[in-house]
């Protein structure tokens, strides 16, 4: 099932085309990134708990580029079909700061 627009944003690199949304719960940021397509794996990645200061946090579509390409180089196969691709603390492996929105 791809990502709803509603609730999602945009974001393309090397001419393909990615939706993602940003979430919390429980003190965690959750970012998932799906292809556009609606096909394949997801990418479900992990904040860890240092954000909990950050109520209303946002992160940037700069970031998200950036933990795209971790997840690639760390296996994730966005048009491969499969279980989730899971990837913990990605703030901590791609030493991203949280702004207050």
């Not at 627009?5 to 001419?15: C, M």
């Not at 946002?58 to 997840?71: C, K, P």
Request: contains cysteine.
């Amino acid at each position: 099932m791809a990502l709803s627009k509603k609730g999602s944003r945009k974001i393309v690199i090397d001419d393909e085309e990615y939706r993602w949304a940003f979430s919390a719960d429980s003190g965690y940021f959750y970012i998932v990134v799906q292809s556009a397509t609606g096909n394949g794996a997801r990418l479900e990645a992990q904040s860890s708990s240092d954000w909990l200061d950050f109520g209303d946090a946002h992160i940037s579509s700069g970031d998200v580029e950036r933990l795209i390409r971790l997840a690639m180089k760390d296996g994730w196969c966005p048009l491969n079909n499969g279980p989730p691709f899971r990837l913990q603390e990605f703030d901590r492996r791609l030493d991203i700061q949280p702004t207050a929105g």
